[in-house]
């Protein structure tokens, strides 16, 4: 069975001209100790679904479909139950390691409360598995720096206290919203293959999203692409990579490609992502797309299976073009 089994996901919001849809039927499953990164530009809805999955979003969102850890309907979980799933089974890496930690409190002190709270430790015990966590995650002289507040570590330092308070209690998922934005391309590169490499050994199921679908694809099995709310093309990282089946996937690919490529001047995909108050109607990429026919805009593409390699698992592509096999 899946760790995680999103169906059908809608994250709405009421506005002055109605209720307006910021995620927008979602589906999709990982299992234990797999991976999924998730792309896509500014505004696609990967925060929302990360925040709809951890039971964070603010009290006005309206949210629809299901959500199941481990077969258990996180949807409609009363708040207290959910507590008691985040830290736990549930786990988060935000972007600003800074806000996410009490100032006034010892790292220490926050991971060995964690520990206090989920797995009923003594503060000894707890204290003693702070240092280890801490080491863990490659910060020297643990016994020292556990007794240190958040101001006294560097960014790179302050996000490994975080992926050691979000793995302490072995979580069955742990989600990374763009975990590493804020940190130089070096220290991103290790942060991001410790969460990597910490996840596989413990067994939890890891979501990273970014906008840098280069890095994503060296990070994780699976990948997702993410548009105006809804699932453009998912599979496993290189099929994706090397066959991308969707126009939008593709011109993604094409900004990364000039990118690192150094040559020519750098492409970036014509047009802007829509407003959610107002998407095209049809496929909400069809008005940027190079190879849009006239039913685009009138008529949803859903979400299909496109066999590639004998025996390898779906990939998924929402697109009415029919794929070259
Ligand atoms: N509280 C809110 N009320 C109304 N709309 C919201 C709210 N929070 C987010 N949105 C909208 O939801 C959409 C998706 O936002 P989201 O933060 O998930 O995007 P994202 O893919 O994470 O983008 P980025 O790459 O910039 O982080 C955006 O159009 C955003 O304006
Ligand atoms: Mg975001």
Not at 244 to 251: D, F, W
Request: net charge negative; aromatic share 4%; charged share 20%.
């Amino acid at each position: 069975m899946s760790v995680l089994n999103v169906s059908r996901l809608k994250v709405s919001y009421p506005s002055r001209d109605g209720v307006f849809d910021v995620v927008r039927g979602l589906s999709f499953e990982l299992d234990e100790a797999d991976s999924l990164g998730i792309a896509g530009e500014s505004g696609s809805g990967k925060s929302q679904t990360a925040l709809a999955i951890m039971g964070l979003l603010p009290d006005n969102a309206r949210v629809s479909g299901s959500i199941r850890l481990d077969g258990q309907e996180l949807l409609g979980e009363s708040e207290q139950d959910l507590d008691r799933l985040r830290g736990k089974s549930l786990a988060m890496v935000f972007q600003d390691p800074l806000s996410a930690l009490n100032p006034y409190m010892t790292v220490g002190r926050q991971i060995g409360e964690v520990l206090e709270l989920h797995q009923g430790m003594s503060a000894k015990e707890a204290a003693r598995r702070s240092c280890e966590l801490l080491q863990m995650t490659g910060i020297d002289e643990p016994g020292r720096r556990s007794k240190a507040y958040p101001h006294q570590f560097s960014g790179g330092q302050r996000q490994r206290i975080l992926i050691a308070m979000a793995l302490a209690c072995g979580p069955r998922l742990l989600i990374a919203d763009e975990p590493t934005t804020a940190l130089d391309v070096t220290v991103q590169k290790k942060i991001l293959e410790l969460l990597r490499s910490l996840c596989q050994e413990i067994g939890t199921a890891l979501i990273l999203i970014s906008h840098d679908l280069a890095v994503l694809s060296g990070m994780c099995r699976n990948l997702m692409i993410m548009y105006a709310g809804m699932e453009m093309e998912r599979g496993l990282s290189e099929q994706v990579l090397l066959q991308a089946t969707h126009p939008y996937t593709a011109a993604l690919l094409r900004t990364l490609e000039d990118l690192h490529g150094g040559a020519g001047p750098l492409s970036v995909i014509p047009g802007e992502p829509p407003d959610m108050r107002n998407p095209p109607g049809g496929c909400p990429f069809h008005p940027r797309c190079t190879e849009v026919m006239p039913h685009c805009s009138e008529v949803i593409p859903r979400p299909r299976p496109v066999k590639r390699i004998a025996g390898a698992q779906s990939q998924w592509v929402a697109c009415h073009l029919e794929p070259e096999q």
